[in-house]
């Protein structure tokens, strides 16, 4: 390589990383708050990192039995509500693909851009009405309002780029199309309901919306069980922002390990929930 | 297995006279359908029905007609919360549309650790929306907030960001700039992914500099991208509801109430379920209406480009 091709290189370099420095400074000083002690968090001017560290947030946030409650909460109605979309999803987007109804992915679409507020209204007052407000059931149904579109419209561009060969030979065969879905399709369409899974749990679990209405005392999610946290202790900035890293740890975590998946899911369908 | 292998054996013989019939896919689709029904046309078709009675929670209920519309029309907080909301949607796609494509140029070009920094660059748009906008709020801090130490740094006065009226919505709009502009970045990089390499080649050969590469080669052909992405990124910022009620609520006082947020306050503080679902329908159809003037106008665009040919 020539130096000016050599030049280049390190200028794109460094382009890129001004690119994502306003990511990286934002999660590094959302670090850099969770494990200082108060008064270093009202120093000014700000001190990135501190003389002693204040890992006190973090056990004091892990260690309150309510938190482990909420993060149960959190994995139950996500894994629930993942599951369930899965299971009808999977099957559906596989129909839709095979009888080319592509009309039917308007309800998709309508899902995709009513505003999840407008489910709220009625919703909450079916769950009233049959008295399941207190339970986490109301919590699980209205995500699926999430997690059931995303996982129809990944499917269905899934499914319509699998081979048709396979499945028309094991017809031939006389295999019923519920033989051919269980073991011809499912078994080739694994990554993409992979990419499914993720966005579905990604999506859910970030939901905000719907927890702070349907959501009692005992039946929180993470993200409302920190939003709670503001009002009760406005200025400890230090439990503060160390619970909204735990809470979106799983989720960062997920990111870089599945950054292949994710990609491939939010450009085929440029989906978000809620 | 006999039975299985005997058809097999049949079927070779007449397949070439006989097509396959297609197996009834519909059995795949029933019990989604009936999902589908049950939390989304139905919550639907429900709200439609409640935005016409009168429907206080708690008291009887009356069929009062199309009043709520006509409530709507009169009200003054929601005209300023649907001027709120569409300053707020023009700046949160403008400005993530242009940063966006700018990034995407940038990860198409072969960089070191492209994968690392792209993941890390999409990092803001998957990260919990409550735990960013609460770590925001502390940034924005007058006093303690580390936005106003940067900015005595480059010699700026300090702002006082969410905490003032005229500040409220540009500074809500960085935040959803922050988080949103990674996805137009993945939306325009596929689609600079697809463009040939041809037309460089020639424009290399022609003697081209970079400004017209891009105006005449790039942008023409990434347009129906930026398209996706503006239709996406409006839908998304006309009913951005978790980081403006976490970091304000709608406030100082309503200056940052957009349609979404009187709509929770309508149906949740005040519990006017009636009037709540009049805004709801109203909403939705604000939001099919400014999609559909976006695909208007793409294909205005196209027309023209076909005209400017001829």
């Given amino acids: 390589m020539s130096p000016r091709q050599w030049l280049g290189r ?41 003389d002693r560290f204040a890992w006190k947030n973090y056990s004091d946030v892990l260690a309150s039995n309510h938190f482990l409650r909420f ?3 959190s994995l139950w109605v996500t894994g629930t509500a993942t599951g369930l979309a899965l299971l009808v999803g999977v099957p559906a987007g596989y129909g839709i693909a095979r009888m080319a109804a592509h009309r039917s992915a308007i309800v998709i679409l309508i899902a995709r851009i009513t505003p999840g507020l407008s489910y709220l209204i009625p919703l909450f007052l079916l769950f009233q009405w049959l008295g399941l407000l207190g339970t986490l059931w109301p919590q699980i149904i209205i995500h699926l309002v999430v997690t059931v579109p995303i996982v129809i419209w990944i499917m269905i561009g899934y499914f319509e780029t699998t081979p048709l060969e396979l499945e028309q030979a094991a017809l031939i065969d006389g295999a019923t199309s519920w033989q051919v879905f269980r073991h011809v399709a499912l078994p080739i369409a694994r990554p993409g309901i992979a990419v499914a899974f993720i966005l579905a749990v990604i999506f859910s679990w970030n939901n905000f919306v719907f927890g702070i209405v349907l959501a009692g005392r005992e039946t929180r999610t993470l993200p409302v069980a920190v939003y709670n946290m503001i009002s009760y202790d406005q200025l400890s900035w230090g439990p503060l922002a160390a619970a909204a890293l735990i809470v979106t740890l799983p989720v960062l975590l997920l990111t870089v390990f599945a950054q292949r998946q994710i990609v491939a899911g939010l450009t085929a369908g440029a989906v978000k929930g809620g | 297995m006999s039975t299985i ?20 896919y519909w059995p795949f689709v029933i019990p989604a359908l009936i999902v589908v029904l049950a939390v989304i046309i139905l919550p639907w078709l429900f709200t439609i029905w409640m935005s016409l009675r009168e429907w206080k929670v708690g008291s009887p209920t009356t069929f009062v007609g199309l009043a709520n519309y006509l409530r709507l029309a009169s009200d003054p907080r929601f005209g300023e919360a649907a001027f709120h909301t569409l300053v707020y949607t023009a700046l949160s796609v403008l400005l993530p549309l242009l940063l966006g494509t700018l990034a995407a140029i940038l990860f198409h070009a072969r960089m070191p650790w492209r994968g690392l ?12 929306p409550v735990a960013i906008a609460l770590v925001w709020t502390m940034m924005f801090h007058p006093q303690l907030g580390i936005l106003n130490y940067l900015l005595s740094l480059v010699g700026l006065p300090a702002q006082l960001w969410v905490f003032h009226p005229a500040t409220v919505i540009p500074s809500l709009v960085l935040v959803e700039t922050w988080q949103w502009t990674p996805l137009v970045m993945l939306i325009v990089l596929g689609g600079l992914a697809s463009i040939p390499a041809e037309p460089y080649e020639s424009a290399e050969l022609d003697g081209a500099n970079a400004w017209q590469v891009f105006r005449y080669i790039t942008l023409p052909l990434i347009t129906p991208f930026l398209f996706i992405a503006a239709m996406i990124r409006m839908i998304d910022a006309v009913k951005s509801f978790d980081v403006i009620f976490a970091i304000t609520q709608g406030g100082p006082g309503t200056a940052s109430e957009t349609i979404n947020l009187y709509l929770y306050s309508v149906a949740f503080s005040y519990y006017d379920i009636g009037y709540a679902s009049a805004i709801a329908v109203v909403f939705f159809a604000l939001i099919v209406a400014l999609a559909a003037a976006l695909l208007h106008l793409r294909q205005r665009l196209q027309w023209n480009e076909i005209g400017g040919a001829a």
């Avoid at chain 1, 794109?12 to 959302?30: C, N, R």
């Avoid at chain 2, 920094?117 to 919990?128: D, E, N």
């Fill in chain 2, 117 to 128: 920094l792209r993941g890390i660059f999409i990092l803001p748009m998957l990260a919990t």
């Fill in chain 2, 5 to 24: 292998a005997q058809p097999a054996v049949i079927s070779t013989d007449v397949a070439p006279h006989r097509q396959l019939r297609p197996p009834s």
């Fill in chain 1, 10 to 50: 390190i200028g794109l370099g460094f382009a890129g990383l001004v690119m994502v420095s306003p990511a990286i400074l934002f999660f590094l000083w959302m670090a850099s708050l969770s494990i200082k002690f108060e008064i270093d968090n009202a120093a000014y001017p700000p001190i990135l990192i501190p």
């Fill in chain 1, 71 to 73: 993060f149960l909460n």
